[in-house]
C-alpha cells in the first residue's frame, strides 16, 4: 500500500520531467537513506518500518509522509497510535480542500488581500508600491516612474522588502539593502523604476516597507522577522507555531534553513525543541543566539489569536487556511494567508500530533 501510494504521487512527476526532488516521496526517500548511511544504529529493520508505514497508508489513504518526516523511523518511536496522530499533507489536504474555489483569488493574489484586508482595517505591512503587468501603481492607482523613484528616495528603512509573484502565488522574497546613495539589489543593481523595469518584467512585483519585531521575539533572531505560523480549520484556531531564522539571513522559513517551533496555545510559551524541514536534530536552543526555547514566553499571542479569530468571522470562505503573522512593535500584523498550506510545520516540535483537530 505504501509503495503504491509513493508511485501514485512520485511518478506524474518523473514522467511529466517536473523537479520531483521537491515531492515528500524524494524528500522522504532521501533522509532515510542519509540516515541509514550515517551508521547511527538507532534506527529500525527496513521490514518493521515497511510494515508499520504501510499501515499509516492504509489508514490515511495516502503516502505517509510524516513517518519518514518526524523520524518515526527510529528505535524509540515504537507507539502505531501515537504515529497516527500526526496528518500526512495529502490527508490534510482532503480536510482543506474547498468545494468552492471561486474564493480563492481573495487571499490568492497577495494584492488584492492586501486591499481587502485595508479595507475591513486589518494590520497588513505597508506597501509602497506595486509593479503590475508592467505598470507601476499605488493604492491602486497608475503612478509615473518619476513618482516611483521620488519614492524610494524618501524611504528612511534600511531594507524594502520585494514579493514576486506569479499567477497569484508568492514565489519568493528579496531585499534591497541601503546604502550611501540609494537601494541595492542582492545582485548589486540599485533599485530605480528603470532598474525595476528592465528586471522584473517575468511577473508581478510587490515592493513593502520593512516590519520592525516586537524584542521578544526579535531575540531569538534578530536578523529576521520570525513569523507566526496559524492553521485554522472550520472557524476556530487548530495550531500555532513559530519559524525563526537564522543569523545571515532575512527569511524565516524551514524550507531556507529556519526552524519551527511549536507554540502551546493555552499558556503561550514555546515548547521543548525546534526542528527544521526533514532533518532529525532536535534544536533545544537557537544555534546561533543560544537561547533556550522552551518555556519562551510570547506575550502577544493572545492578540495574534484574536486578529486570526476576527479575521475568519469576516471572510469565512475557506475550510482551513494557514496565517503568516508577525509581532511588531506595533501589534501583530498579517503578513498573508495561504490556501492550500503545508500542515507540517503545524506538528513540528510537538510530541503529538493535529489530526484529531481534523477527525471528529
Not at 515548547?271 to 522552551?294: A, N, Q, S, V
Amino acid at each position: 500500500m505504501v509503495l503504491y501510494y509513493a508511485m501514485r504521487q512520485f511518478l506524474p512527476f518523473y514522467y511529466r520531467r517536473l523537479d520531483y526532488k521537491h515531492t515528500d516521496v524524494y524528500k522522504s526517500w532521501k533522509m532515510l537513506s542519509d540516515f541509514r548511511k550515517s551508521q547511527k544504529g538507532d534506527g529500525k529493520s527496513l521490514m518493521t518500518m515497511y510494515k508499520e508505514s504501510n499501515k499509516l497508508a492504509k489508514f490515511w489513504h495516502c503516502f505517509p509522509d510524516t513517518y519518514f518526516r518526524f523520524g518515526m523511523f527510529l528505535e524509540h518511536f515504537g507507539d502505531i497510535e501515537l504515529m497516527k496522530t500526526f496528518i500526512p499533507q495529502q490527508a490534510y489536504a482532503r480536510y482543506a480542500s474547498d468545494k468552492d474555489l471561486k474564493y480563492h483569488i481573495l487571499i490568492d493574489d497577495k494584492i488584492l488581500f492586501h486591499n481587502i484586508m485595508r479595507m475591513y482595517g486589518l494590520p497588513v505591512p505597508e506597501r509602497y508600491f506595486v509593479f503590475q503587468d508592467k505598470t507601476f501603481r499605488k493604492d491602486g492607482q497608475v503612478i509615473s516612474d518619476e513618482e516611483v523613484d521620488a519614492i524610494v528616495t524618501r524611504i528612511t528603512d534600511d531594507r524594502i522588502f520585494i514579493k514576486r509573484y506569479r499567477g497569484g502565488a508568492a514565489s519568493g522574497i528579496s531585499v534591497a539593502e541601503r546604502k550611501q546613495d540609494g537601494f541595492y539589489t542582492e545582485d548589486g543593481q540599485k533599485l530605480s523604476a528603470t532598474m525595476i523595469r528592465n528586471n522584473y518584467c517575468d511577473s508581478n512585483y510587490i515592493f513593502e516597507k520593512q516590519l520592525v519585531q516586537d524584542p521578544i521575539l526579535s531575540k531569538l533572531n534578530p536578523d529576521t522577522i520570525n513569523t507566526c505560523r496559524v492553521l485554522t480549520y472550520k472557524d476556530k484556531v487548530v495550531s500555532c507555531s513559530i519559524r525563526v531564522g537564522r543569523k545571515g539571513s532575512f527569511v524565516d522559513n524551514a524550507a531556507k534553513g529556519g526552524i519551527v517551533l511549536s507554540l502551546d496555545m493555552e499558556t503561550g510559551r514555546i515548547e521543548e525543541y525546534g526542528l527544521r524541514e526533514y532533518d532529525l536534530t532536535k534544536y533545544y536552543e537557537h544555534p546561533d543566539t543560544k537561547i533556550k526555547f522552551k518555556d519562551y514566553e510570547v506575550p502577544m499571542w493572545p492578540a495574534v489569536k484574536e486578529l486570526v479569530e476576527k479575521t475568519i468571522q469576516l471572510i469565512p470562505y475557506y475550510n482551513s487556511v494557514g496565517f503568516d503573522v508577525a509581532t511588531t512593535v506595533n501589534g501583530p500584523v498579517i503578513i498573508e494567508i495561504n490556501s492550500g498550506t503545508g500542515v507540517y510545520a503545524s506538528q513540528m516540535g510537538k510530541k503529538q500530533g493535529i489530526a484529531d483537530k481534523f477527525i471528529h
